[in-house]
């Protein structure tokens, strides 16, 4: 399903919702400024159904399963070798302080 979108810019919503391209957004507690949107839409449908599709585009590419998958396995791939690269200092902390 395809929709356009009208969003406050609060937070990471800017990180989806492109401002002209996969939606359209406005300044936090604007009523007025999110019906202003609402109508741009209803009275410009073909804008509309080109902020939808690329819309629907960017999420199926960043936010796909796999791809959410392949981010999380780098995460903790990436914070295991920082805690191999702790252990392995704290092994040649632990024999200097015997050796001394």
């Known amino acids: 399903m395809e929709k356009p979108v009208v969003a406050s810019n609060v937070g990471a919503v800017s990180e989806v919702v492109i ?13 007025g400024a999110v ?14 159904r080109r902020l939808a599709k690329s819309g629907r585009r960017l999420v199926e590419e960043r936010y796909s399963l796999a791809t959410m998958l392949d981010r999380v396995e780098a995460l903790y ?3 295991l070798a920082e805690l191999l690269v702790c252990a392995n200092l ?6 200097i302080g015997a050796a001394i």
């Open 19 to 31: 401002q002209g391209e996969t939606g359209l957004l406005v300044l936090p507690r604007d009523p």
């Open 35 to 48: 019906a202003e949107q609402i109508l741009l839409l209803m009275k410009d449908r073909d804008f509309g």
């Open 77 to 79: 791939k990436g914070v």
């Open 90 to 95: 704290l092994d040649w902390w632990l024999e």
